[in-house]
């Protein structure tokens, strides 16, 4: 396996050679912090004894004149040196990222050194300027520490921005007004340092329209404050959310300030948008735009809210928009130009994969699928993934997603998927489950492949690699350790029960008539065990494969 197969994302332009680089001891010298930091580990192996030339250096800059797009970087590794050239900062850190990469891959490592890479120039730099994930979803939010190591795998897979946007921390939506205790506060700030750290945005998203009189002074002033106290620990980019709340405006003064012609809402939050980039974006001298999420946030026609926010909308605030509906399967090229050109603003894509909060019993594990990858010339600044209640077991899919907004036309789900299962700890040992939890979107058949193999037994014809399917199920080992296998220990236990009660099916299809009814019991018992988990796995296409199987028997399965 090439040593490259285990970089995520896949850089653009590669060229390696056959002898390798010895970086057993190397000399990191001074260079950008970030990145600096990022090597350091690898600086501090020391040199093997014996060892008669001298280390070779590695050398991280930045040069804005090397003719590199934003964010991107070379990499040349030489027989006596290593130099890494970034645009900017952060194509440095990535470029130290990849250099990182390398030395990690089974497929990098010879026989001579301890610490090596094969000789490589490469020259990689991202398609979309935004490139992250959105904490969005409902249901119990990320754990601190959850969040930070989420900071870590973005940095590492090049993702440059996380949004802090959980519908169910308080102070997000419900008391939006009131300021954060003192307390997570803190874990704000540390959240934040972090994120510079490993050069990911940190977006605070505030979400007021639940209760918010938009015309009232005091509320303006109210939303200000709050943003007021985490610019005080280091936010510096902001999102004001107007999703998931009634469409029309409720309060009595918002009415006679904005109307109640349909769309009015939508100059409220023009209004409310405007006041905060003038009020306090503006007057701090804020880098980035603002960022807002419109009421009418999916589909790709034009309406009367859609009319209003794109003439009273500051031309430079950013639209998320979900796709041509809240959880989609497919997203084109032509579905991002025609919402770009409904809202009159630039969009960027808030998609809802893998979240999980309108069903938290299941998990999505495969890849990022159905996006447009061919991009050219489309209005669309980036894309922020909304991942799983599961922060761990997240990273399989967002590690796709990683891959898909650095490099869209050379994306292969499948591919991508391959290299996630092999960088992330855990995961190959659970690669039944994995695929058991890999369709998408959450309409589609869970497992097509089974699905098949179900019916062509049920029609007797051969079934020995159904067996074997649900047999690699069935011996799911229950304790993988780390965080992925630990969040998913509830799937790995309703899939083997699955499992078991398919092959139990598969045995009664097989018996001899006369031994039919006795066996008949025995599969009933294993459905219902394995109906008894609430976690979903495969629940689509096992059991009623089962019950077919008990009918042909001439026994009845209770639903």
């Not at 040199?47 to 590695?58: H, I, L, Q, S």
């Not at 040196?81 to 990098?108: C, K, N």
């Not at 540390?190 to 510079?196: D, G, K, R």
């Not at 009415?255 to 007057?283: M, N, Q």
């Amino acid at each position: 396996m090439h040593a490259l197969d285990w970089i995520v994302p896949h850089p653009k332009t590669i060229n390696v050679g056959r002898s390798h680089v010895d970086l057993s001891g190397c000399r990191i010298q001074p260079g950008p912090a970030t990145a600096t930091a990022a090597l350091r580990a690898l600086g501090s192996s020391n040199a093997p004894e014996g060892r008669d030339a001298p280390p070779v250096e590695v050398e991280v800059r930045v040069d804005a004149a090397a003719g590199l797009p934003p964010e991107g970087y070379t990499l040349s590794a030489a027989r006596d040196r290593v130099l890494i050239v970034g645009a900017d900062p952060a194509g440095a850190f990535y470029g130290a990222q990849t250099l990182l990469a390398l030395t990690a891959a089974p497929g990098a490592h010879c026989s001579e050194h301890r610490v090596c890479v094969p000789e490589a120039e490469i020259r990689d730099w991202p398609d979309l300027p935004l490139r992250g994930t959105i904490e969005g979803f409902y249901g119990t939010p990320w754990t601190h520490d959850a969040r930070m190591e989420h900071l870590r795998f973005s940095g590492r897979h090049k993702l440059n921005a996380y949004v802090y946007a959980p519908k169910d921390d308080p102070f997000h939506r419900e008391r939006w007004r009131e300021p954060y205790p003192e307390e997570e506060l803190a874990r704000l700030a540390e959240l934040v340092a972090e994120a510079a750290a490993r050069h990911v945005r940190f977006v605070f998203a505030l979400s007021p329209g639940l209760s918010m009189v938009y015309s009232d002074a005091g509320e303006r002033a109210a939303l200000r404050a709050k943003a007021e106290q985490v610019w005080e620990v280091g936010v510096r980019e902001f999102a004001l959310l107007f999703d998931d709340i009634p469409p029309e405006l409720r309060h009595e003064p918002d009415r006679e300030e904005f109307g109640t012609r349909e769309g009015a809402s939508a100059s409220a939050h023009a209004a409310v948008c405007r006041d905060f980039a003038t009020g306090f974006l503006a007057t701090r001298g804020a880098d980035r735009p603002l960022t807002m999420v419109p009421t009418d946030y999916a589909g790709t026609g034009a309406t009367a809210y859609r009319d209003r926010l794109a003439a009273e909308l500051p031309p430079d605030v950013l639209v998320w928009w979900t796709g041509s509906d809240i959880v989609v399967g497919e997203i084109s090229a032509r579905d991002m130009t025609a919402a770009a050109l409904s809202y009159g603003h630039r969009v960027a894509l808030w998609d809802n994969f893998p979240v999980n909060d309108f069903d938290f019993d299941r998990v999505f594990l495969g890849p990022l699928v159905g996006r447009a990858t061919e991009l050219d010339g489309v209005p669309l600044e980036g894309i922020t993934a909304n991942p799983m209640v599961e922060a761990a077991a997240s990273r399989i899919a967002l590690t796709t997603v990683a891959d898909y907004a650095w490099h869209p036309a050379a994306y292969d789900p499948a591919r991508s998927h391959e290299r996630a299962v092999r960088l992330l700890p855990g995961v190959t040992e659970l690669l039944p489950l994995v695929e058991a939890c890999s369709s998408w979107p959450p309409g589609a058949d869970q497992s097509p492949v089974l699905t098949s193999l179900c019916a062509d037994a049920l029609k007797g014809e051969p079934s020995a690699r159904l067996r074997a399917e649900l047999t690699r199920l069935a011996e799911l080992p229950p304790d993988v350790p780390g965080p992925i296998a630990a969040e998913l220990a509830r799937w790995v236990a309703a899939a083997k029960d699955m499992a078991v009660a398919g092959l139990t099916a598969l045995d009664l299809l097989a018996a001899v008539p006369d031994a039919r009814p006795a066996r008949a019991a025995a599969v009933a018992r294993a459905l219902a065990r394995a109906e008894e988990h609430k976690a979903n796995v495969l629940r689509r296409v096992i059991p009623p494969f089962v019950r077919a199987a008990l009918e042909q028997a001439g026994h009845s399965a209770t639903p």
